[in-house]
């Protein structure tokens, strides 16, 4: 693909409330993910491997430090040469709200008309999926419409509040909205990803932006598939909704379901992230592993069973970890018992404390805090 002919925007999420502490000094799109990688991950890698080199990325003022420290120079992904381009927007509304201030649109139109992009790719960082996104731009410019939907036949159970659930006719346009039912087994939500003409969405984003209270890119172009009879594009490949913590948790299970593990990583197309040249996990005599995940620089003398582990992470002799996820820097103390929990980067759980969540309702640990008492669900 031509580089230049190509933008595209990462918005930041619509805003959920039932991410605990998950999300209180980081933006949902660096959440750790799989041990090693970060939500973020897998729509940088989507773009890199369709060759698009100039990417927009939205998110909040606050709480944007670890977005920097993972990107940084954007090699990774292809976005440190002389033909490609980065940029990072900032903006000051709340994650839940719909309305955005001024210097919003300000921003992103300056990127795209600067760009001289024929279509912007336009996603999210909740959506969790490694899509071709070749092949949904060829359909799009196939088809010469001025803009296309990603969506995904989903169960009710894998879909919030906050989703959108498409109605599509026989001739895959989009054509209205709809609720969703207790009917029907799968439901048409709208993944958040969409390619649009550059030309046409400048003017919709001008026309917005003259609004009192505009709304963000994400509503407005949730608007403009419904009034412009958008074309669909049905993603058939692994995609989680990341819109609590049950389903963040849930999402990182699966990746102890082969199947599912290389559905998503291991499809027609890498998945790339930030490198670190470190030692690898060690694993005492004492250990003992079943069905688990470790990246790497941990020293592992505990059992640990169907959980993820991430880098550098302590777990001591005669402690128990299962159907868990350990962000980095992690200390599990001797004899002490972790289930069902996401315990945040730098927790410190003392000899011999008991951790238990459930399946259905995981404990989380915020960073940085050292457990010293039972935790019990």
Known sequence: MKIDKYSAILGNTVGYHDMLSLTDSRPLASLPFDGKYRLIDFQLSSLANAG???????????????IFDHIRSGREWGLNTLLSHYFLGFYNTENDSQVTDKDYYDQILTYLKRSGSDQTVYMSCDVLCNIDLEQVIHLHEANKTKITVVYKKLPKSSISDVNEI???DESDRVIGKTAVNDTDDLHKMSADIYVVNTPWLIERMEEEATKEQPRKLRYLLRELIVMENALAFEYTG??????????YYDANMDMLDTQKFYSLLYSNQKVYTKIKNEEATFFDKGSHIDNAQFASGSIIKGDVEHSIIS????????????N???FPKVTIGAGASVENAILDKNVVIAPGVTVHGTAEDPVVIAKGLEVLEDIIK
């Open 52 to 66: 698009i080199r100039s990417v927009y990325g939205i998110f909040r003022g606050q709480n944007i430090r670890s």
């Open 166 to 168: 498409l109605d599509i």
């Open 238 to 247: 692994y995609l989680s909704n990341i819109c609590s913590v049950k389903s």
């Open 311 to 322: 880098r550098n992470c302590h777990i001591e002799e005669a402690s128990h970890v299962e």
């Open 324 to 326: 868990s996820i350990i």
